[in-house]
């Protein structure tokens, strides 16, 4: 998996740097197949935001983005939401599979 972190208006400590990769192996240990993940990371006048962007082979990309006041919380909650989102993909890939198999049969 190709990993990416972008930011804005700040620059990344090597503590978030740390912070990011282990969620992002997480999100790699939820489904196999993911080829890239982009995370955009924002700071607005009050909030920090997090945008994951994760690139799975014929589907459309998993795009998240969450805010907060701080940034760990943002990546945190974020990294949760791809989460739900890459189990809820899985499952219907599955379950297009079992659907293809039984009509095979």
């Known amino acids: 998996m190709i990993k990416s972190i972008h930011s804005t208006d700040f620059e990344v400590t090597e503590a978030l740097h740390s912070h990011i990769n282990g969620h992002l192996a997480k999100i790699q240990h939820q489904h196999d197949k993911i080829t890239r993940a982009d995370v955009f990371l924002k700071k607005d006048k009050f909030k920090f935001i997090a945008e994951f962007k994760v690139s799975v082979p014929n ?36 379950s297009k599979l079992h659907k293809t198999i039984a009509l095979a049969e």
């Open 59 to 94: 589907t459309e990309d998993v795009v998240v983005s969450c805010s907060s006041e701080d940034m760990y919380h943002s990546i945190t909650n974020a990294t949760n939401k791809v989460l739900i989102k890459l189990k809820k993909l899985k499952e219907k890939q599955k």
